[in-house]
Each structure stands twice: as structure tokens, then as C-alpha cells.
């Protein structure tokens, strides 16, 4: 069998408070990289949002030569702003959508229009038909689905609305990932779904990130935490080494592909990178 699994980076806008170019440390640090794609995440729907992204897809594809997918959230959307937004990312030039309900925001009221990213994706794929729509998955369960299998009926929906590639959560045991592709795929779900994994480099940032989206932080990974509680730097190491095992046995197992969340910190990434490019690089 000749297997070449697709490799995937993400990347966010600068903070409010950082100036956008900053965004040019991140990306010139992933040089060398060679992924499929860079995905860029989106706000939660002010215009402000749509436009960095926008911004940062156009810079990734013209000045670095990478396909960008620009994330679209639509929690707080109206169809108008939907347009906008993918008026901006034709313009960008962005080789598909990462469709998206998005997070709740404290104090903010949804728009009402789009109530499931499903509803969001059969907008877009009106709009643009041939345009590629990604769409994300949970192998741990959506956080507000009953069981697993529910919301693997949820997914078959989205994609069946026209979703052409999923990228899943984060997730710190390859059996929950491994499980629910298989579930997936027994439910007829067929488009490649790429395996989210974002490395332990920050104990804060793993449990805030766990915390959103229900997945669990394993007993290593508490262990990793606990034991370098005090060592930022062997933290980072250690999370490095932990994510490249990650990768080598979901890679064994013969994923579509790896989505790894840099959080902008390019450093991780590369290390990661020349630990596992060998999985990439060749026909297996």
C-alpha cells in the first residue's frame, strides 16, 4: 500500500495588543516545514476578526507559497457577514474554509442564523460550490452531545452537507482518536480525517485548551506537567518528545494526517518536524 499521510500546521493572529507583523516571526520560524496547508484561526465575528485572517492567508499563500485555509466562525454571524467574510478570503486566495460554529462568548448573544456549523457549511457550499470546506471533530465527543455515537450522527450531517476533510480536537490518548475514526468511518463517514495534536508546552495553556473543548489531560501528561511543574524549558522539551511519539504511532496506524496546533510557537513545531519528516517525506 503506498501511504503518504497530509501534514498540517495551525496558526492565530497576533493578540489584539501585538502588531500583525508579528505574525511574520511565527511563519518565518515554520520555514522548512513543508505542510500541505496553514490553517488561520478566526475571532469570534467582528470585522476586525475576519480581515487579520483574511490578512494572514493572502501573506501565507503570496509571500510564502503554502495553501492557507482561513477558519469562519458563525456563532455571532449574520448571512451578510458571512458574505463578507468569504468575499475576503477569495480575494486571500484560500485554498478552502474551516467552517466552524465557534465558542460561546460571556455577555454575548448568538446571532440566531447559524445554530450548528452544519448550517453554516450548507450556506457556504450554496455559495460556493466548489469551494473546500473542512470541518472539525471531536474524538472525545462534542461536549454537548449525549454519547459519541450521537455526535458522530452530528458529523455525518456536517459532512454530508459538504464537508470535504475534517481535523479533530486536540486529544492526548491515540485510542480515543483511533476509536472514533473507526466509528466515523462504520457510520459512513469517508472524507480524511486529519488528527489534531498540539504539543505540551505550557501546563496553563494545556488545561485551558483541554478544559474547552472536554478532552481529557491522560496520566502521562499530568505526570509530564507535574514533574517539570517548575522547568518551563524541560516541559517544552519533554512535550516535544511526547507529541513526536504521538505522531510516529498515529502515523503507524495509518491516518490521513496530523493537524499540528503550533500556538505560534514555531521553535516546538521544527523540532517536532525534524523529528518525524521522515513519516512525511516518503511513500510508506
Not at 64 to 80: E, N, P, Q, S, W
Not at 175 to 193: E, M, N, T, Y
Request: hydrophobic share 40%.
Amino acid at each position: 500500500m503506498h501511504y503518504r499521510p497530509k501534514f498540517s500546521l495551525e496558526v492565530f493572529p497576533p493578540k489584539r495588543t501585538s502588531p500583525i507583523g508579528t505574525i511574520y516571526d511565527t511563519l518565518d520560524g515554520l520555514k522548512g516545514l513543508d505542510p500541505d496547508f496553514i490553517s488561520v484561526t478566526y475571532g469570534t465575528g467582528k470585522l476586525k476578526d475576519r480581515t487579520a485572517t483574511a490578512r494572514i492567508a493572502y501573506t501565507i499563500r503570496s509571500e510564502y507559497g503554502i495553501d492557507a485555509v482561513a477558519h469562519l466562525t458563525a456563532r455571532y454571524l449574520d448571512y451578510d457577514a458571512v458574505d463578507e467574510a468569504l468575499e475576503m478570503f477569495d480575494k486571500a486566495g484560500v485554498s478552502g474554509v474551516l467552517a466552524l460554529r465557534g465558542d460561546a462568548v460571556a455577555g454575548q448573544e448568538d446571532a440566531g442564523v447559524f445554530d450548528h456549523a452544519s448550517d453554516l457549511v450548507s450556506y457556504i457550499r450554496s455559495k460556493r460550490p466548489d469551494l473546500p470546506i473542512l470541518g472539525a471533530c471531536y474524538p472525545e465527543k462534542h461536549p454537548e452531545a449525549k454519547s459519541l455515537q450521537e455526535d458522530i450522527d452530528n458529523l455525518k450531517r456536517k459532512v454530508d452537507a459538504g464537508v470535504t476533510h475534517l481535523i479533530s480536537q486536540l486529544f492526548y490518548d491515540n485510542q480515543d482518536f483511533l476509536r472514533f475514526r473507526d466509528l466515523a468511518r462504520a457510520s459512513g463517514i469517508d472524507v480524511p480525517i486529519e488528527a489534531g495534536v498540539m504539543p505540551v508546552a505550557n501546563a496553563s495553556q494545556v488545561k485551558r485548551m483541554t478544559t474547552m473543548c472536554s478532552s481529557r489531560i491522560t496520566a502521562p501528561v499530568y505526570a509530564m506537567m507535574d514533574h517539570w511543574s517548575d522547568n518551563a524549558d524541560c516541559l517544552q522539551d519533554a512535550g516535544t518528545i511526547f507529541a513526536s511519539q504521538q505522531i510516529n504511532d498515529l502515523v503507524a496506524e495509518g491516518v490521513d494526517g496530523i493537524h499540528l496546533y503550533t500556538m505560534n510557537r514555531p521553535g516546538v513545531a521544527r523540532r517536532i518536524w525534524s523529528n518525524v519528516k521522515p513519516l512525511f517525506t516518503k511513500i510508506i
